[in-house]
């Protein structure tokens, strides 16, 4: 015997469903996203500076000058000279650091402040706080701007 609904019971399995919840009265109900588009290309544009910071940090200029610091440290004190290089280097990458995650957080912020189109945005919102705001002086802005999201979403 096939567990599968027939078409009949489908049918009147819908006959019982209130109007309110079928799913043409459902996506009616749906607000139209606020501008897609524009969400769009600030996220990407997010996403973006995201994968370059995130390069920097993991494969680029800070992770080698990084690693030459933590090699440079076992050897401190037979090379202290190497030591001191090394330290200088990361302390520069330290105050190079700033071209790539100021912009990563600024885009953050204007993500976080621009009208969320769907639930899904709201969920990236959440993380862009985890990941950029939350402990900083905008850290509760991200309450308000959500809390508005889901209210509108709702409407």
Request: charged share 25%; glycine share 2%.
């Amino acid at each position: 015997m096939s567990a599968a609904l027939s078409r009949r019971a489908a049918i009147g399995a819908l006959a019982t469903v209130p109007a309110a919840l079928t799913p043409a009265a459902l996506a009616a109900s749906i607000p139209a996203p606020s501008d897609r588009s524009a969400w769009d290309r600030a996220y990407y544009e997010y996403r973006l500076l995201r994968l370059r910071m995130d390069a920097y940090y993991a494969l680029g200029p800070f992770e080698w000058a990084n690693e030459a610091f933590v090699l440079a440290q076992i050897m401190k004190a037979t090379e202290p000279e190497k030591f001191e290089d090394a330290a200088k280097k990361l302390d520069a990458q330290e105050a190079e650091q700033l071209r790539y995650y100021k912009p990563v957080d600024a885009v953050a912020l204007a993500l976080v402040k621009m009208p969320a189109p769907d639930l899904d945005a709201v969920t990236v919102k959440l993380q862009l706080h985890k990941d950029h705001l939350e402990g900083t002086d905008n850290d509760r802005i991200t309450w308000a701007c959500i809390e508005d999201d889901l209210t509108r979403l709702a409407a």
